[in-house]
Nanobody, 118 residues
Framework: QVQLVESGGGLVQPGGSLRLSCAASGSIFRLYAMDWYRQAPGKQRELVADITRGGSTNYADSVKGRFTISRDNAKNTVYLQMNSLNTEDTAVYYC????????????WGQGTQVTVSS
């Protein structure tokens, strides 16, 4: 059973930084693309960033230049470094394992709250 456990959320002032981590288990981590999504109150869940098996990355326009996604296959962990945070970044952030050839299901973590406020 695939399990994804996020950590690193919290309260930060505008302009601050946070680093989210997502530890994966139950799958061959290196074989799957990994995504970070977020959902703000009253809004739909949106894709923030993704990283392929090979390490290629993609970002939502709203976070380009501020957020960096990375992965450590030795640790089965994906990260999201978030800099220059603003109040619009306030949301629950979810880690997700994308469907792949070995498993066509998408898996989700439980989410971690990020609140940007002065």
């Amino acid at each position: 059973q695939v399990q994804l456990v996020e950590s690193g959320g919290g309260l930060v002032q505008p302009g601050g930084s946070l680093r989210l981590s997502c530890a994966a288990s139950g799958s061959i981590f290196r074989l799957y693309a990994m995504d970070w999504y977020r959902q703000a109150p009253g809004k739909q869940r949106e894709l923030v960033a993704d990283i392929t098996r090979g390490g290629s990355t993609n970002y939502a326009d709203s976070v380009k230049g501020r957020f960096t996604i990375s992965r450590d296959n030795a640790k089965n962990t994906v990260y999201l470094q978030m800099n220059s945070l603003n109040t619009e970044d306030t949301a629950v952030y979810y880690c997700s394992q994308a469907p792949g050839s070995g498993d066509l299901r998408r898996y989700w973590g439980q989410g971690t709250q990020v609140t940007v406020s002065s």
